[in-house]
């Protein structure tokens, strides 16, 4: 089978709801199993990993802060102990996203902004790299967005740390290649998900009259091109970003 990951462990980090369960869905579709990943909302993530089990997949759903360094080394090895070592890890999770003019934000906005693209990344990454060394065999998706291809304004904090997590993924996957890893990016657009329930009919609209594909993105749009990247089809692709939106950011 095209795209096959049997045998593959995968975690998948934010992936109670939205883009990030999509993928989880996605890779266990294609044979991975799945270490699923929340931190706030327990009744929701049960209720997630109850759809994904009764879709006859194999994974755990797993608590943890993907910021904290306890944290992430507690859910690395939680999932290396359930479910084997991490071959494949999507770093997805993210904060809320708010939108306002520079004067407006805070300090703390950056810094959580911060946290989440750049160093939760690098968190992860150092602690799936050990086996994904010794196995010469290595798969690490970070999801981007479309906003720094496309310098959204009133953003700036958001913006700002994508622009830094795409800077990391260059970087590693330079230093990794060597040992046979990919480190590779997924751009979104605007895919409407549970995050967006309170967006103005009027954003949504004028977005997505912009879509030259003439259609709003769903969220396994996404999984499909993580599952590429986790593939072997994928082994000699690295540092790269594919933009999911419909011809919004054709470069």
């Given at each position: 089978m095209p795209f096959s990951l049997d045998g593959r462990v995968a975690l998948v980090t934010g992936s109670s709801t939205g883009l990030g369960k999509a993928v989880a869905f996605g890779l266990a579709r294609s044979g991975a199993k799945v270490a699923l990943n929340y931190f706030n909302n327990e009744e929701r993530a049960a209720q997630t990993?109850?759809?994904f089990e009764a879709e006859g997949f194999e994974g755990?759903?797993?608590r943890g802060d993907v910021s904290d360094e306890d944290s992430?080394?507690?859910?690395?090895a939680e999932t290396a102990e359930k479910l084997g070592a991490i071959d494949i890890l999507v770093v997805n999770a993210t904060p809320d996203q708010p939108q306002m003019p520079i004067e407006e934000f805070t300090w703390d906005h950056y810094q959580a902004m911060i946290d989440f693209f750049i160093k939760s990344p690098y968190l992860l990454t150092r602690?799936?790299?050990?086996?994904?060394?010794?196995s010469r065999w290595g798969r690490i998706i970070n999801i981007t967005s479309e906003v720094f291809q496309r310098s959204i304004g009133n953003f700036s904090a958001y913006v700002s740390a994508k622009g830094g997590q795409i800077g990391f993924t260059r970087s590693m996957a330079t230093e990794l290649a060597p040992f046979n890893i990919t480190v590779n990016l997924v751009a979104p657009g605007w895919i409407p998900v549970e995050r967006h329930e309170n967006d103005s009919q009027e954003q949504k609209d004028g977005y997505r009259e912009m879509i030259p594909m003439d259609r709003w993105g769903v969220p396994d749009d996404i999984a499909g091109a993580v599952t590429y990247y986790a593939s072997d089809e994928a082994g000699f692709v690295t540092g790269q970003t594919i933009c999911v939106n419909g011809g919004m950011s054709p470069w």
């Open positions: 990993f109850s759809e755990v759903m797993l992430v080394n507690a859910l690395c602690a799936v790299l050990p086996h994904m060394k010794e």
